[in-house]
C-alpha cells in the first residue's frame, strides 16, 4: 500500500493519512445524509433502519430538553426543534450536529502513530466531550439566544471557535503523553 513506503512516525504519513480520513469521514457523512433525505436518491432503507445522523439529532434534542426542564423551564422537542417556553426556539440542522468537528478528530487520533488501545481510548472520549460540548450549547442557546440580526458572529462561528481551541489544547497534550513505562531507576 501506499502509505507502507512511508515509516510509521513519518510526518508525511501522517499528513496523508489525516488527510484521507479526514475526507472520507466528511464526505461520507454529507453523502449519507443526502441517502437519508427525501429527494433525488433517498434510499428508504438507509433512512429506516441505519440513521445514524437523525438517531444522534434525536438524542441531542432530548437531552438538552430534559437538562432544561431539570432547571425549571418548559422545553418540548419535535424531530428538528428544540422550544423553551417563554424563550426561543432553534432548529437542529445538519450542521448542528458537529459531524465535521468529529471527522476532524477522528481523522487526526486514527492517523497519529500511537497504539491502537489509546487511540480508541481518547477517540470515544472526544466525541463524547464534543457532544456534551453541543449539549451544552444548545441548552444556553434555547436559554439566552436572542435572533437578532446584529450578532457579530453567529452561534456555530463562536461555537466551531471555542470546539477547536479545546480540540486542539487535547490533541497537543494527548501527542505529548509519552506512552512509554517511567523508568525504574533502582534498576540501575
Known amino acids: 500500500m501506499f502509505f507502507k513506503s512511508f515509516g510509521n512516525d513519518s510526518p ?8 484521507t480520513l479526514f475526507t472520507v469521514f466528511y464526505y461520507f457523512n454529507i453523502l449519507f445524509f443526502g441517502l437519508t433525505s427525501p429527494g433525488n436518491h433517498y434510499n428508504a432503507f438507509l433512512d429506516e433502519h441505519l440513521n445514524y445522523i437523525r438517531t444522534l439529532r434525536y438524542l441531542l434534542l432530548h437531552i438538552s430538553a430534559q437538562i432544561i426542564n431539570w432547571f425549571g423551564f418548559t422545553a418540548i422537542t419535535s424531530e428538528y426543534e428544540l422550544l ?3 424563550h426561543t426556539i432553534i432548529q437542529l440542522v445538519y450542521s448542528c450536529l458537529g459531524l465535521g468537528i468529529m471527522s476532524f478528530f477522528a481523522a487526526f487520533v486514527l492517523a497519529y502513530p500511537k497504539k491502537i488501545k489509546p487511540k480508541l481510548i481518547f477517540l470515544a472520549a472526544g466525541i463524547l466531550s464534543i457532544q456534551i460540548l453541543n449539549i451544552v450549547r444548545f441548552v444556553l442557546l434555547a436559554l439566552f439566544w436572542t435572533n437578532k440580526k446584529d450578532h457579530l458572529l453567529d452561534h456555530h462561528t463562536i461555537f466551531n471557535i471555542i470546539i477547536y ?10 501527542v505529548k503523553h ?11
Not at 12 to 19: D, E, G, I, M, N
Not at 178 to 188: G, L, S
Open 84 to 86: 423553551v417556553a417563554g
Open 12 to 19: 508525511v504519513r501522517f499528513v496523508l493519512a489525516f488527510l
Open 165 to 174: 481551541i479545546i480540540i486542539a489544547i487535547s490533541l497537543y497534550f494527548w
Open 178 to 188: 509519552d506512552e512509554k513505562a517511567p523508568i525504574d531507576h533502582a534498576t540501575n
